[in-house]
């Protein structure tokens, strides 16, 4: 059995539109075939590679979606897949990495070319200004939550809504300023969540320690080291 697993990445994207992009992919594919998102939330395509191997598939091409494809997450792709495949047991499927779509020069004429609705744009002062962007909304503390690639194929983002639906069922949700983030560096110790004002940084990797972060570091003020990774030195809390 073939199959395709859409590579998309686009961090600003609305979970609908996503949806509706990728309900298209698959219903143009020649063979089985979901998109999944590389960061900020939804399956991660670890998870996406785990089901199409449950259905049967022999062959899975993995085919880069966007233009540009950001060459960094282009390069990282073949090891990251490479570990998949070096956890599977049994007959491993075969997978191919296709090229990002900017090397076809069919797929940039088709682009440049595409007759596509326009609408004209009309003078607004001020327009860039969003309604209520003029100071952050009052909070105690500020979670960093990395959900760039390498944190998102570790299941990042379901660990950011149980983060926030943990808040929510501890009732610190209006004490919390939760910022989705891109890359935080320390990949390898992912998932990553920064606590500041104490400038802590967290290794944040289920459920379990989700409920640990909050519990310990939110409502107890302590500093658990099992999940402590790097402390930045100094307090950025004012007296």
């Known amino acids: 059995m073939d199959a395709r697993i ?4 686009a961090s600003y994207v609305s979970q609908s539109r996503f949806q509706a992009l990728a309900e298209g992919l698959a219903a143009a594919a020649p063979c089985a075939a979901v998109a999944v998102r590389l960061e900020a939330c939804g399956e991660g395509f670890w998870q996406a590679l785990d089901d199409m191997a449950v259905l049967g598939a022999t062959r899975i091409e993995l085919r880069p979606v966007g233009l540009p494809f950001s060459q960094s997450v282009e390069a990282w792709l073949p090891g990251a897949v490479g570990a998949w ?7 491993r499927p075969k ?26 744009v009309e003078p607004r002062p001020d327009g860039e200004l969003g309604k209520g962007w003029n100071s952050p909304p009052p909070h105690r503390h500020h979670l960093l939550v990395c959900t760039g ?8 983002p379901d660990l950011l809504a149980a983060l926030k639906a943990e808040l929510g069922r501890m009732q610190l949700a209006s004490d919390c300023l939760v910022t989705a983030a891109g890359c935080l560096f320390p990949c390898n110790n992912g998932p990553v969540i920064v606590h500041y004002p104490k400038g802590d940084w967290y290794r944040v990797r289920d459920l379990a320690d989700v409920r640990s972060l909050v519990a310990r570091v939110l409502c107890a003020g302590d ?8 402390q930045s030195g100094e307090t950025h809390e004012f007296a």
């Open 149 to 156: 690639p390498r944190c998102h194929l570790k299941d990042a």
């Open 85 to 91: 495949l070096a956890r599977q047991t049994g007959t």
């Open 223 to 230: 500093v658990p080291q099992s999940l402590l990774i790097h």
């Open 6 to 9: 859409y590579l998309i990445s």
């Open 95 to 120: 997978v191919l990495l296709a090229a990002a779509p900017q090397a076809d020069t069919s797929v940039l004429g088709h682009v440049a070319r595409a007759e596509v609705p326009l609408t004209e």
